[in-house]
């Protein structure tokens, strides 16, 4: 329900600011037809709709960006820990053959060193 709670607010935004701008034009077009002389303003109204739409659409764009720089950042240390991992298997290999005098010291720095 709340997955990807930044495009659902963008969403979401989005389609109220529709809705309220076509509801202002039809009560406009209602209030003028029925000679109401303020029935006018309300033509201006979606423009003041757009226009406050902007932080809370702003709002999800920036939980959005969030948990993309989380995501990423939690990629970034799953790989690094993988390799640091496998570099001390690595480690282990090179020390076991070493110990049991199957590779000599100058290959098993030159490997180390790789």
């Given at each position: 329900?709340?997955?990807?709670?930044g495009k659902k607010i963008k969403t979401l935004t989005k389609v109220v600011t529709i809705i309220f701008s076509v509801a202002s034009i039809i009560v406009a077009i209602a209030l003028t037809t029925s000679n109401v002389s303020w029935g006018a303003v309300f033509f201006f109204m979606p423009i003041l709709f757009w226009i406050?739409?902007?932080?809370?659409?702003?709002f999800g764009e920036l939980i959005d960006k969030v948990c993309d720089?989380?995501?990423?950042?939690?990629?970034?240390?799953?790989?690094?820990?993988?390799?640091?991992?496998?570099?001390?298997?690595?480690?282990?290999?090179?020390e076991k053959l070493?110990?049991?005098d199957l590779i000599s010291e100058e290959e098993y720095r030159k490997k180390i060193s790789e």
């Open positions: 329900m709340y997955d990807n709670i406050s739409s902007f932080v809370l659409y702003g720089i989380e995501r990423n950042s939690r990629n970034g240390v799953i790989k690094s820990t993988i390799q640091v991992k496998h570099e001390d298997e690595k480690i282990k290999k090179l070493r110990a049991e």
